[in-house]
């Protein structure tokens, strides 16, 4: 069984936990982070901040902004925390020889 997508699944968790902590930290409903992005509406926030979408590379410096962030320190986050869900990720099945 490949425990990948749940590794990947659960960086996309913890990610957009960060994203909605802060946006709510400043202040700022979806829709009003969404304008900021260039959206018209928030569900792209949304499904950003419930895991569903990820953050595209090239966005990273737009979302950056938008959450009044330094690019290179919230790019940084990120990464820590989609590496931080597939370091702490554990098999769900183990191989017979462990």
């Known amino acids: ?6 590794s990947r699944n659960m960086g996309a968790k913890r990610i957009g936990q960060f994203i909605r902590d802060r946006r ?4 700022l ?3 009003q982070l969404a304008r900021r992005l260039g959206f018209v509406l928030g569900s792209v926030v949304s499904h950003v901040e ?3 979408a990820r953050i595209a590379p090239q966005a990273m ?3 950056a902004r938008a959450l009044e962030m330094d690019p ?3 790019a940084k986050e990120i990464a820590a925390l989609d590496g ?3 370091s702490n990720s554990t098999p769900l099945l183990r191989p017979a020889w462990a």
Do not use: H, I, Q
């Open 1 to 6: 069984m490949d425990t990948g997508n749940y």
């Open 24 to 27: 709510l930290a400043l202040g």
């Open 29 to 31: 409903s979806r829709a």
């Open 50 to 52: 419930r895991g569903d």
């Open 61 to 63: 410096g737009d979302w």
């Open 72 to 74: 290179v320190a919230f």
């Open 84 to 86: 931080e869900a597939a």
